[in-house]
């Protein structure tokens, strides 16, 4: 996966994003930038692929909106995606990905 640093996006708060097949770092984060934070998004490359990118954005998407209304807190509506559970479930364990199980995200609820 390609790594592109960028000042702007993501929005600050957040070190980086998936999009598609690039990893799009803060440039402010990039010291920061551990092999955790690239494992954590290729966990969300894998979903993408599994969704075929345009159903894991709608599906993220419709999950944090619900999840938002739930919990009325913007950062527990995050933490509580599904995708982004699993993602910072694993994020440590750099064996992780060669050993998962599809739709492994699905297991995670709120």
């Keep these: 996966m390609k790594i592109i640093y960028n000042k702007r996006f993501p929005f600050k708060g957040y070190k980086a994003i998936t999009l598609l ?22 966990i969300h ?9 345009v159903g894991f954005y709608l599906l ?14 913007w950062h527990k509506a995050y933490r509580n995606i599904s ?8 994020q440590d364990d750099l064996n992780y990905l060669p050993h998962r199980k599809r739709f492994a995200w699905s297991k995670f609820d709120w």
């Design 21 to 42: 097949k690039w990893i799009i770092v803060r440039e402010d984060a990039k010291e920061y930038f551990t092999a955790e934070d690239y494992n954590h998004e290729c």
């Design 45 to 53: 490359y894998e979903q993408e692929k599994e969704l075929w990118f």
């Design 60 to 73: 993220y998407i419709l999950e944090f909106l619900f999840a938002l209304l739930y919990f009325c807190n």
């Design 83 to 90: 995708f982004e559970v699993e993602a910072y479930t694993y």
